[in-house]
């Protein structure tokens, strides 16, 4: 299945990103633990995967940009392997679009000072 992620927002306090997954705005949903911080919200009535929330969000993007592995024993587990390697490719493309973001304005900030303006929250 192909899914459209987007940022939601972030809150830099708790250090949790919200993500929206093939929907439009976000709705209630039920949360389901997955593996490294990852919570993938799932529509009450239909199952549909709706949004995702990374708490330890710095830490999370930070592995997928060194490349270091992210076992996934319970998205496996739990039918939902494919929406967390999805969300995983998402934040690696976001990395990438940071850096050349960055290279092209010629400065380098931080990641996560630099994130926290790709995906602050709406004010």
Do not use: C
């Not at 192909?2 to 990103?17: M, P, T």
């Not at 969000?57 to 392997?81: D, M, S």
């Amino acid at each position: 299945m192909k899914y459209h992620i987007r940022s939601l927002g972030y809150d830099a306090e708790s250090d949790e990103l919200d993500l929206l997954i093939n929907a439009d705005s976000p709705r209630e949903a039920e949360a389901v633990a997955l593996d490294a911080g990852v919570y993938v919200r799932r529509d009450f009535q239909t199952g549909q995967v709706v949004g995702a929330f990374i708490r330890g969000y710095q830490q999370f993007a930070r592995r997928v940009a060194e490349g270091k592995p992210i076992p996934t024993p319970i998205a496996e587990q739990k039918g939902l392997g494919d929406v967390f390697q999805a969300i995983v490719e998402w934040q690696h493309q976001v990395g990438v679009l940071s850096h050349e973001l960055a290279a092209h304005l010629g400065t380098w900030p931080p990641q996560d000072q630099l994130m926290q303006v790709l995906v602050a929250n709406p004010t």
